[in-house]
């Protein structure tokens, strides 16, 4: 379910639907995938806790310490990191970074609530309050986590869809024009549309002040 939200304006994800229950459940904005089935280590016999397996021995090096940090051995298929090695006795395996690192909830900066979206009075959409949204324009995982344990990345493990952040790129360009004649600024961003209109405004004023009326 794709959502957007515009720079500098209240944010509100809509569309989801299903037979679980909503209530008291909440989703969390990040900039990378869902854990989803990224929960845990791999065990020749069976799956282990996040945190029993991880290590920061070097996997081309044992006895040394990966710069990369912790990490552990997880089924192929299950962590949007994984990466493929060979082991000193020839066996193909699967690790992941994400699943011994990625476990507090960090939403995106510039997201309110930390990121974290509370389910609305309509029970179909996510809310992020009446506070603006100041994130980067981009695509962003919306994750969702179901009601009474969402305290952890882990928890907000099931995809939900996607969130455009619509709007100009930061820039620190200074823009100079020449009195008579044409003036064009060059600006990045996401998702602008023909029609999206610029204001140039006077040293003593700033773009969260009034607007003024626009012919």
């Known amino acids: 379910q794709p959502n957007s939200c515009t720079l500098g304006t209240a944010c509100e994800a809509s569309g ?3 037979v679980f229950p909503l209530d008291g459940s909440q989703v969390l904005i990040r900039d990378k995938p869902c854990l989803f089935k990224c929960l845990s280590c791999s065990l020749d016999m069976g799956d282990a806790p996040v945190g029993q397996l991880c290590t920061v021995e070097s996997y081309q090096d044992p006895g040394m310490v990966s710069e990369r940090g912790a ?3 997880v089924p192929q298929g299950t962590c949007y990191d994984e990466e ?3 082991t000193r006795d020839g ?3 699967f690790l992941s970074y994400a699943v011994c690192q990625d476990r507090s909830v960090a939403g995106v900066p510039g ?3 930390a990121g974290v979206g509370t389910l609305a009075p309509d029970h179909a959409s996510f809310t992020w ?3 603006l949204i100041s994130a980067t324009p981009g695509v962003y995982s919306i994750c969702w986590c179901p009601a009474g344990r969402c305290t952890t990345a882990q928890d907000y493990a099931v995809p ?3 969130m455009h952040v619509v709007g100009p790129a930061p820039s620190q360009q200074v823009l100079r024009c020449t009195a008579g004649q044409p003036c064009e600024a060059l600006l990045g ?4 549309e023909d029609g999206d209109r610029l204001l140039i405004l006077t040293e003593n004023r700033t773009c969260a002040d009034p607007p003024p009326r626009l012919p």
């Open 84 to 86: 493929a090695y060979i």
């Open 91 to 93: 066996q193909l395996r």
């Open 160 to 162: 939900g869809g996607v």
């Open 71 to 73: 990490w552990c051995d």
């Open 16 to 18: 989801f639907v299903g």
């Open 129 to 131: 309050g009446t506070s």
């Open 189 to 192: 961003g996401h998702a602008l």
């Open 111 to 113: 997201f309110p609530q």
